[in-house]
């Protein structure tokens, strides 16, 4: 098991970690686009209930969680049980504000945690005018339009807080390299499945008696919770934190850009200058060099270059 663990470390560490989030970029626009289409059929946390089971499915025959759990430390299953109740509410907390907000404002609020961690990082004023190019480029990108459903902007604010939460003990899971990271990825899928449990699964048994529905609940289990996190955990273990909080700011370019090719949607002027002052920031941000003693998550080279050895993300 070591041993494939260190050759499948190998094999990924062969492609640069941006490509992997880009991968995970594109899935991540194409779960709630499957998703929606459930939603008057099997419900909001029906919806939630069947994306993390598929995940949990794909991932137990794969990763053996009861592995995992056995061979970990106290403190890593206290982790794994915060990360698997972050997913969960996470993930019920976005389907719950989608369905009273449009995908644009909650993308907006939950960009904003974001920021924060890409502030936390930043060591130079070179970084914080990146940082201020790459959100203002992405605000070009997401048509937010404010909303005085209070609901659902709890619910949105909620999600947000919680996808801060994800970055932050994503990376703290892979710290050890990429195949340990998936491999508890894989152990807190299954705890997720026991904390939406109660909630969704009632809902969700309408899917069982339809074919279509199931593969489309599948479906969007495969785009939204697997492909993504797995392409995630990938980037995270080598890229620092605050760099790859910054680098979310590629998501609504990437949308921008799928909206071109597959749906003929022309981008305006706006669009155009969003995309090019997200790139610019992306591309300027640079972490501050550290002295090898002290060197942490945030050392390294710029985003457009990347070490050849794994970077130890600190939570």
Known sequence: ????????????????????????????????????LLFPSVGVLGVAWLRIATAAAFFTPVTRPWRTFGNADTQTRLLLIAFGAC??????????????????????????GTIVLAVIGLRSGRNLFALALAVGGTFCLIDVRW???????????????????????GHRLAARGAANGIANLGAAMCVALLFVLPFGFGEAMAAFSSPLLLGAAIGVGICSSVIPYICDQLAMSRLPRSSFALMLSLLPLSATLIGVIVLAQIPSWTDLAGIALVVIGVAMHKPAPQPASEAGPDAGDSLLS???????PQG
Do not use: Q
């Open 1 to 36: 098991m070591a041993a494939l663990a260190i050759g499948f470390t190998r094999l990924t560490d062969k492609a640069p970690p941006h490509l992997w989030f880009c991968v995970s970029a594109v899935f991540h626009y194409l779960g709630p686009a499957f998703a929606v």
């Open 87 to 112: 997913l969960a509410l996470m993930n019920c907390a976005f389907y719950l504000a989608l369905e009273r907000l449009p995908l644009s404002l909650v993308a907006a609020i939950e960009f904003v």
């Open 147 to 169: 909303s005085t459903d209070l609901v659902g902007l709890a619910w949105a604010l909620l999600n947000g807080v919680m996808f801060v939460a994800y970055v932050v003990l």
């Open 306 to 312: 990347y070490p050849g050895k794994a970077v130890s």
